[in-house]
Each structure stands twice: as structure tokens, then as C-alpha cells.
């Protein structure tokens, strides 16, 4: 099968979440998926001194990241500048829409915030990204891994362990598995909280709503694009 590599990344400055809990009624964050972006977002969540629900319909948490083989992006790391790769943010936006890319808005920020989030997987959760590669696509060496062979499953589980020591100790995170969302709750259009669905029951949950659940590949509704097209 064609290898994989981890292409969103998830950085959310600091300042944007101190914003958010000023001027949001409610003390917590709900993220909608469990994967590496979810994971992402619940951690720093938490780690930005906030509190965090993260909500996934599966059994488990993990998701498509887990399924990744090849590694993680990031252009202008310390890895990198370690190894003397003189690659930067520039040079990745510039292979991203070469090899395809429409929305170069959306470009700028994949690539732009590379190089932070593979730094903050490294620095706060142990990670080994010690071998750097290049890829079809690539013009520089950048995609980062460690000795695993599966790096995705590597990354995606050490973010949710940490979670999950953090729900398990403090009061800050709460991990909900088989809680599909299906409704969003709306203040005018304003957004403030949403509903799921667990055990046959009907469940809220209120404040922000972060959605990282990926794309239709995991949609196996009736009505799917998948199942229509």
C-alpha cells in the first residue's frame, strides 16, 4: 500500500486560547475527534491552562493518524537545522501548491506552523523525530520520524496518553469514546456547544467547539459521499 505521511498540523497560539476563555461563557473546550489534531488541540487546551472534553465516536481514540507510515512534515525544525537541511516555510509553501495544493491561505498556515508543531511534539511529549527524510513531492528532506515503524501510531499515542494521565489526575481533561456528535448548539450563530449521541442517549456539552475529525474517508453513512459517489 502507498505509505502515508502526517499532513495536518495542529498550532493554536497561545494568546488565541487566553482570548477565547476571556470572553467565552464556559470553562472548557470541546474538541470533536481523537486523532493527531484533536489530540493536539485537547493538549494544548489543557497545557494553555484551559479545560478540555474531546469527543470521538469510535471505541478508541486515534483515528486515520495512527495509520501513517512515512512520518510528519515540518520545514525550518531544529532537527533540521541540527543536520544542516536549509529548508524553510517558504520552500514548503512552494512545494505544496506545485504539487497541488488550491487554497494557498490554507497553505501558508500547513507549512507556516510546521516547524512549531514538530518542535512542540519533540520538546513536550519525548518524541523521538530524530531521522528526516525526503519524500515524492519534497524538494528538501522534511519529513520527520523516529526509529518506529510506524511513526503515526507512535506520535498520535503519546498524545493520548498524556491526556489520558491528565484526565485520570486532574479535573482539567475529559476523554468520551462511542459519543458521536451530530448537532451543533447556536447562540444566534454563535456557536456554544454541541450534542452527541452515546448508549442510546442524547448528550450537551457547552463551549467552544474545535472540529478535527477528519475527512469523509470514515463516514460509512447510507447517505455518505462515499456511499453516493
Known amino acids: 500500500s502507498r505509505s502515508r505521511d ?3 498540523h495542529w498550532f493554536w497560539p497561545r494568546d488565541s486560547f487566553c482570548t477565547m476563555a476571556a470572553v467565552f461563557p464556559a470553562n472548557q473546550v470541546i474538541v470533536v475527534g481523537g486523532g493527531l489534531a484533536g489530540m ?22 486515534g483515528g486515520n493518524s495512527t495509520k501513517a507510515t512515512s512520518g510528519i512534515n515540518g520545514a525550518g525544525t531544529k532537527t533540521q537545522k541540527g ?24 497553505a501558508k498556515v500547513l507549512c507556516q506552523n510546521s516547524a512549531a508543531d514538530v518542535d512542540w511534539l519533540v520538546d513536550k511529549f519525548d518524541l523521538d523525530l530524530s531521522l528526516v527524510a ?6 528538501q528532506p522534511r519529513t520527520h520520524r523516529g526509529k518506529e515503524r510506524f511513526p503515526g501510531m507512535t506520535i498520535t499515542y503519546a498524545l493520548i496518553q498524556m491526556l489520558e494521565k491528565i484526565a485520570e489526575k486532574t479535573d482539567r481533561a475529559r476523554i468520551i469514546t462511542k459519543a458521536e456528535v451530530f448537532k451543533l448548539i447556536c447562540n444566534g450563530k454563535a ?4 450534542e452527541y449521541k452515546k ?12 472540529f478535527a475529525s477528519g475527512g469523509f474517508g470514515a463516514d460509512f453513512g ?8
Open 6 to 8: 502526517l499532513v495536518f
Open 40 to 61: 493536539s488541540a485537547a493538549n494544548q487546551a489543557v497545557e494553555c491552562g484551559g479545560k478540555t472534553v474531546l469527543l470521538d465516536k469510535s471505541a478508541f481514540c
Open 83 to 106: 543536520k544542516g537541511i536549509p529548508d524553510n516555510a517558504e520552500i514548503f509553501v512552494a512545494d505544496t501548491l506545485k504539487g497541488g495544493a488550491k487554497k494557498p491561505e490554507l
Open 134 to 139: 525526503r519524500l515524492g513531492g519534497h524538494s
Open 191 to 194: 456557536v456554544v456547544g454541541c
Open 199 to 210: 448508549a442510546g442517549k442524547i448528550l450537551k456539552e457547552y463551549g467552544p467547539v474545535v
Open 222 to 229: 447510507s447517505d455518505s459521499l462515499l456511499a453516493t459517489y
